[in-house]
C-alpha cells in the first residue's frame, strides 16, 4: 500500500504544477529559470538567500533606533518651545559688506560712457565698465538689435539641443571661427560659466591641469568641479611652470603603472585680476616640450589686444590653429552677454554634448546674438581700426599719467598696452601709514572711489573678490577699465584726480 504522507505530498505538488502552467507565459519563465540555473549551483544560493532576506525584511517589526528615548509632557514641550531661537538665515553684515551696498552707485537710464547716478544726479566719466570699444552706443548695433528683436521676438526658448538652435547662433559660430582663425566655434549663453563648462568637458577625475595662480574666479571653479589633479605656478613666472611641468614628468617616470592622463596648461590672456599679459611664445614652447594641450582664456583680450583685436595669438603671432582651446567673452568687447570656445571641429562639437553649460542652458536670445556678430563686423572695418586706436592711445595716456615719477603713492600692475589697469598702493606707503589689515586697505581705496565720484566727476570701482573661495586672493585694487568712447583729455583729467586722491588718502594717515 502506498504511503498516505507521499500520496499527499504528490496530489499537492501535481496539483501546483498545474495551477502554475495554466498561468499565461509560464512555460516560458519555468524554462528560463531551467536554462539559467544550469550547473550554477552558486546562483542559485545566492538569489534563494536574497529572497529569503527580502521575505524577512517586509515581514520584520518596525523598530526604533534611540533605545533611550523620553517622553516629555505637554508643559515640557511648550517651554522648549518657547526657549528655543532661530538660528539667521543670513550672517550678520560685516563692516565691509555694508559699505558695498551703501556705496554701490545705480545708475538712472542708459548705460554709456557717462551715465547718470541716482545718489547725486550727476553725470561720471565711466571707467568702471567694460564698454571698451564704446559698442553700448553704437547706433549700428542698435538698429541691427532692434530690427532682430521685431524678427526673432525676445527670447529662445530653449537649450541649444532641444529648439533653441536659429540660424543667428550659427551664423555667430561661424563670424568668431573666421576672425580667430580657427576651424570651428561654439557659443554659450553664459560667460562665467564658458571657461568652467569648457574644462570640466575635457578635464576629468586623473587629468592635470597646470594653471596660473593669477587666473579668474571663474577658471578656479571650472578647475575644481573637473576634480582633476590642479598644480598651480607662480603668476606669469615660466620659470616657475617649467618647474612643476618636469616635477610631474619626474612624477610619472617614477610611477610607471600611472594610467595616461591627459594634461593641460591653463591661463589667461590679458588677466582680469592684475591687467598684465601672458607670455604666450614661452607658454607655446613649453607646450610642444612637454606635451600639454592650451586652454587660453582671451575674455578679457578678444576684441582689445592685437593690431586688429584677435587677441593674443596676434599680439605674439601664434597661430591660433596651435591654441587647443581658445576661449572668449561676448559680455566685454563685445557689449552683448555669453562666450565662446573656438577650436578644431572634432573640439568644439564635444561640446555640443558634454558641456554642461551648453547643453542645460538656455541659448542667448537672437538679439544679442546679431549684436555680436554685428560687432566682430565692425572690428574689420576702418571704424574697428579706429576705435582700437582711440582704446590703445587712451590707455596709454591714462598709464603715462598714474605710472609717473610724481606718483609714488600708485602702484600699477598691468603692463602697457592694457585697457584694464589695476591700481594698488605700494607695500611700504601702506607700512608708513600704519595700514596693516586688508579691511584698512580697503577702505583706503573706497575712499578714492568716493572722492573722484563726488569731486571730480569719475566713476570707478574696486576690484571685487569672492574672498572666502579666492584660492589665490590678489591684493585690494582700484580696477580702472579704459574706453574709446573717451577723449584723451577726458581720461588724462581722469588719471590726475585718481593720482591726487591716492596722495591725498594717504597723507590723511600720516
Not at 28 to 52: H, M, T
Not at 334 to 341: Q, T, V
Request: with cysteine; hydrophobic share 40%.
Amino acid at each position: 500500500m502506498d504511503n498516505p504522507v507521499l500520496t499527499a505530498i504528490n496530489q499537492t505538488l501535481y496539483s501546483v504544477s498545474r495551477g502554475v502552467q495554466a498561468v499565461p507565459g509560464s512555460a516560458i519563465a519555468i524554462n528560463y529559470i531551467k536554462n539559467s540555473y544550469q550547473n550554477d549551483p552558486f546562483r542559485v544560493v545566492l538569489e534563494l538567500g536574497l529572497a529569503i532576506y527580502a521575505v524577512k525584511y517586509m515581514l520584520s517589526k518596525k523598530y526604533r533606533i534611540d533605545h533611550n528615548h523620553v517622553k516629555l509632557t505637554e508643559k515640557e514641550i511648550d517651554e522648549l518651545v518657547s526657549e528655543w531661537q532661530p538660528e539667521p538665515l543670513v550672517q550678520p553684515l560685516s563692516e565691509i559688506q555694508r559699505m558695498e551696498l551703501d556705496k554701490a552707485h545705480i545708475i538712472v537710464g542708459a548705460q554709456g560712457p557717462k551715465p547718470k547716478v541716482q545718489s547725486s544726479g550727476k553725470n561720471l566719466l565711466n571707467l568702471a565698465s567694460s564698454n571698451f570699444l564704446g559698442y553700448i552706443t553704437n547706433e549700428d548695433i542698435k538698429a541691427k538689435a532692434i530690427e532682430t528683436l521685431h524678427n526673432y521676438g525676445v527670447g529662445s526658448c530653449g537649450p541649444p539641443g532641444f529648439y533653441g538652435t536659429l540660424d543667428v547662433h550659427i551664423n555667430l559660430e561661424k563670424d568668431i571661427a573666421r576672425f580667430l582663425g580657427t576651424e570651428s566655434a561654439i557659443i554659450y549663453a553664459q560667460g562665467f560659466s564658458t571657461v568652467a563648462s569648457v574644462i570640466s568637458a575635457f578635464s576629468k577625475r586623473g587629468d592635470i591641469i597646470v594653471a596660473d595662480e593669477g587666473c579668474n574666479f571663474a577658471i578656479q571653479k571650472g578647475t575644481q568641479i573637473s576634480r582633476s589633479v590642479i598644480r598651480w605656478y607662480k603668476h606669469n613666472d615660466m620659470a616657475d611652470l617649467e618647474r612643476v611641468l618636469e616635477s610631474i614628468n619626474k612624477e610619472s617616470r617614477a610611477n610607471k603603472k600611472r594610467p595616461l592622463t591627459r594634461r593641460f596648461i591653463v591661463t589667461e590672456a590679458l588677466f582680469q585680476n592684475y591687467g598684465d599679459i601672458a607670455p604666450l611664445d614661452k607658454i607655446m614652447e613649453l607646450k610642444h616640450k612637454y606635451k600639454y594641450r592650451v586652454i587660453l582664456d582671451e575674455s578679457n583680450s578678444f576684441g582689445l589686444l592685437g593690431k586688429t583685436g584677435r587677441g593674443l595669438t596676434e599680439v605674439y603671432n601664434v597661430s591660433p590653429r596651435d591654441v587647443d582651446m581658445i576661449i572668449g567673452s561676448m559680455a566685454n568687447t563685445l557689449s552683448g552677454a555669453g562666450g565662446f570656445c573656438a577650436g578644431a571641429k572634432e573640439v568644439v562639437e564635444h561640446q555640443r554634448l558634454s558641456g554642461q553649460a551648453f547643453v542645460f542652458s538656455a541659448s542667448i536670445p537672437a538679439m544679442l546674438a546679431v549684436c555680436a556678430s554685428e560687432a566682430i563686423n565692425i572690428l574689420g572695418t576702418n571704424q574697428g581700426e579706429r576705435l582700437l586706436k582711440d582704446l590703445h592711445e587712451n590707455s596709454a595716456a591714462f598709464r603715462n599719467v598714474v605710472v609717473s615719477p610724481s606718483a609714488q603713492s600708485i602702484e600699477v600692475s598691468s603692463d602697457a598696452g592694457s585697457p584694464i589697469l589695476h591700481l594698488r598702493f605700494p607695500a611700504a606707503s601702506l607700512a608708513a601709514a600704519g595700514v596693516t589689515t586688508r579691511d584698512e586697505e580697503t577702505f583706503l581705496l573706497q575712499e578714492i572711489v568716493d572722492e573722484v565720484a563726488t569731486k571730480d566727476g569719475v566713476m570707478i570701482t574696486r576690484a571685487k573678490y569672492v574672498e572666502t573661495q579666492e584660492m589665490h586672493l590678489p591684493r585690494p585694487s582700484i580696477r580702472v577699465s579704459i574706453s574709446a568712447s573717451h577723449g584723451k583729455k577726458e581720461v588724462e583729467k581722469a588719471a590726475q584726480a585718481i593720482k591726487a586722491a591716492f596722495a591725498k588718502v594717504l597723507s590723511k594717515r600720516k
